[in-house]
């Protein structure tokens, strides 16, 4: 007896199973595309049959505004000719295939067929329901075959009215056979089939000629008997098209006996509501199992190539395990480094930032202790003043002192916010209230400069998509050097612009200082570059372009024309506009 190795059984049950869920799911997804072709086919032909059926169904009550038809329904001794070739224009301009006028008893009094053998003129339609409803008042359309014409025909009626009653009904028909053969507006493919199936299942149009006037739901003597009641299909009997409707790996299906041929059909259906019908489109999909062959052969040569490239690279397993611990070992010591890295990057940014504010240590004590010294002042003049008894000026100077508490606290609260390390944070941020919080911080290197300060002219709605504690750093280090590159200047002014366009925000800072040497304008922004002889580790402008760097903006630096230099911060402003 024949023993396998255990390996090939192995290897010959998976692609077994791999190729049935493959059957099973290429199945799907072609019954999935016809289930869309079918939609997408019966959402056109709906559209199509609507738009027409409307259009028709206008066109009674034209007829009915006719005052030459209604004095001639009113008197019928008048002649008929004139309301003949009038109703033979309307059928010609509209396209349909009759119209005609009912008096009240259903007798057809003019008709646009009047000079054709088969002309309506003469005849009786009360049995028919289109004349009947209309004749209580309402609008109507219904299919029934032809009592002359033997054909399919949709008619659209409409009652006539004088002095608010109905003295007559006006009847337009058009025949079936219109709808289809338009293959071309019903974007019916051969590859499918459509019908439109009435309220008591028969179809009354179809592409398929054996489908007419027949049904694919099983009939009771009741429909048969409702049928000859009716009158509706004269005196042809309905026949039963076998067809049998499954659901399939969650998809309903249609198979359907015609002609000795089995057809399978995805079908999709949608109402028409003006008929009270429903149009319904059927993809075929009797081929769809043997379409899976070409993905299952091709899959299985995949399988087979997959499998013998797998046993190659086995041989060679053990020297890949040792390249792949070693790749692994490697990429963990870079995350290492990188973290580390990482770590000493915010180090530095942070130790920049007490830097800045040990260099304006001095200013900002100045700002602190002036307003001490003001409080101590006015408080020795309030005791004073409480002792004579005058409140009225010793509230004065409490309400002074009060203000002057709390400008420290606001000097003080924004030098916390500023040196406080904090991870970065993008998100929108009013330009107008970061700018107010920098000053705070550099208004005392710029008074001890002495220089004058044009305020920023920026509305509140400009927004930029910053970290706000970092952007301020990078402010007050472009302000302050700014200031100092000021001090042996006649004019000491320090000025900004502001200008928008394509979802972006410039802030230019100027100064009216020497500028920047030209040998420097393309060092600048290297790190531990310094144009201080005896402050400053030449960090703060390279960190700074770090940072607008990492909001996905630019920072640079120019002399401007006049004299002084221009420091340009480029920045986006909503998420992802740079």
Known sequence: ?????????????????????????GRHYDLSQAKQQAELQVGQLRNY??????????IPHLVTDNQLLTAFLSDTDQPVQPINNYLADIQQASGASDVYVLNREGDVIASSNWQLDYSYIGNNFAFRPYFSQALAGNKIAYFALGLRSKERGIYFSEPIYRDGQVIGVVTLKVNVSKFETDRQLLNASHASHFYLSLDDNIIAMSDSPSWRLNSLHSLTAADYQHFTTSRRYLEYVPKVITAEHITSQGMPLLYVNDANKRSKYVPASAPI??????????????????????????????????????????????????????????????IERTHALEKAQTALVQTAKLATIGQLSAGINHEINQPLSAMSTYLVSAKRLIAKGDIAKAAENIVIVQSLIERVHKIVGQLKHFSKPAQTQ????????????????????????DVNVNAADIADTVKVWVDGIKFEQVLVNVITNASQAMADSTVRELSFEIEQFDDRVKLSILDTGPGIELHALGTIFEPFYSTKSTNGLGLGLSISKQIINSFNGCLSAHNRPGGGAQFIITLASTKGAL
Not at 49 to 58: C, G
Not at 428 to 442: G, P, R
């Open 49 to 58: 049959l609507d738009t027409e059926l409307s259009r028709f169904a206008t």
């Open 273 to 334: 509501e003006r008929l009270n019908a429903k149009i319904t489109v059927l993809v075929d999909i009797s081929s769809v199992n043997i379409n899976q062959l070409g993905r299952l052969f091709w899959l299985s040569v995949i399988y087979a190539g997959g499998l013998m490239l797998f046993y190659s690279l086995m041989a060679r397993f053990a020297g890949y395990k040792k390249l792949l611990f070693s790749r692994h070992s490697l990429e963990q010591e870079v």
């Open 426 to 449: 993008l998100r929108e941020q009013s330009l107008s209230q970061l700018l107010k919080n920098a000053m705070v911080i550099a208004s005392a290197q710029l008074k001890q400069d």
């Open 1 to 25: 007896m024949l023993r396998f190795p255990r390996k090939i059984l192995i290897a010959v049950a998976i692609l077994i199973s791999v190729l049935l869920l493959s059957f099973l799911f």
